[in-house]
C-alpha cells in the first residue's frame, strides 16, 4: 500500500515536469530579440550628413549593420556611437538626391535577417 500511494505521488510530480520540459524550450526560442527603428532625426539630409536613428534593440549586439533602401537598390551606411535605443550613421555616397530612402537593419546571429523599417531619410 505503502508503495502504491509513493509510485502514485512520484507519477503525479513526473508528467508534468516531462510535458514542461518538451514544451518550454521552444518557448524559449521563440522570446528572439527583435530591433526596432522608432525614428530618425533629421529625416532629411545631404550626402554625409549625421543622422540619429532611435529604438529598441539596435545594439551592437543585435544590429550589425544598417543599409538605405529604395527598394531595389540596398546600400549600406557607416555607424557610429551604436547602443540598445540610438545609433548614429552617414547618408552613403552612393545614395541619390531626390530619393526617400527606408531604412533596413541586419541582425546579428546564427541566422542573420534583413528587416525593412517603417522610417524614411530623404537625401537633398
Same mark, same amino acid.
Given at each position: 500500500?505503502?508503495? &502504491?500511494? @509513493?509510485? #502514485?505521488?512520484?507519477?503525479?510530480?513526473?508528467?508534468?515536469?516531462?510535458?514542461? $520540459? /518538451?514544451?518550454?524550450?521552444?518557448?524559449?526560442?521563440?522570446?528572439?530579440?527583435?530591433? #526596432?527603428?522608432? $525614428?530618425?532625426?533629421?529625416? $532629411?539630409?545631404?550626402?554625409?550628413?549625421?543622422?540619429?536613428?532611435?529604438? @529598441? &534593440? %539596435?545594439?551592437? &549586439? /543585435?544590429?550589425?549593420?544598417?543599409?538605405?533602401?529604395?527598394?531595389?537598390?540596398?546600400? @549600406?551606411?557607416?555607424? $557610429?556611437?551604436?547602443?540598445?535605443?540610438?545609433?548614429?550613421?552617414?547618408?552613403?555616397?552612393?545614395?541619390?538626391?531626390?530619393? #526617400?530612402?527606408?531604412?533596413?537593419?541586419?541582425?546579428?546571429?546564427?541566422?542573420?535577417?534583413? %528587416? @525593412?523599417?517603417?522610417? #524614411?531619410?530623404?537625401?537633398?
Amino acid at each position: 500500500m505503502q508503495e &502504491n500511494f @509513493e509510485m #502514485r505521488l512520484s507519477l503525479k510530480w513526473l508528467i508534468p515536469l516531462f510535458l514542461l $520540459s /518538451v514544451a518550454a524550450p521552444p518557448m524559449l526560442l521563440a522570446q528572439e530579440i527583435l530591433p #526596432r527603428i522608432t $525614428s530618425v532625426d533629421p529625416t $532629411s539630409g545631404k550626402v554625409g550628413d549625421v543622422i540619429t536613428v532611435t529604438g @529598441e &534593440n %539596435i545594439g551592437k &549586439n /543585435v544590429v550589425a549593420k544598417l543599409y538605405f533602401t529604395d527598394g531595389q537598390n540596398d546600400i @549600406e551606411a557607416v555607424t $557610429s556611437d551604436q547602443t540598445d535605443t540610438t545609433l548614429k550613421a552617414k547618408i552613403p555616397e552612393k545614395a541619390k538626391v531626390g530619393v #526617400r530612402y527606408k531604412l533596413m537593419i541586419l541582425t546579428r546571429g546564427k541566422e542573420p535577417k534583413l %528587416i @525593412e523599417q517603417p522610417v #524614411r531619410v530623404e537625401v537633398e
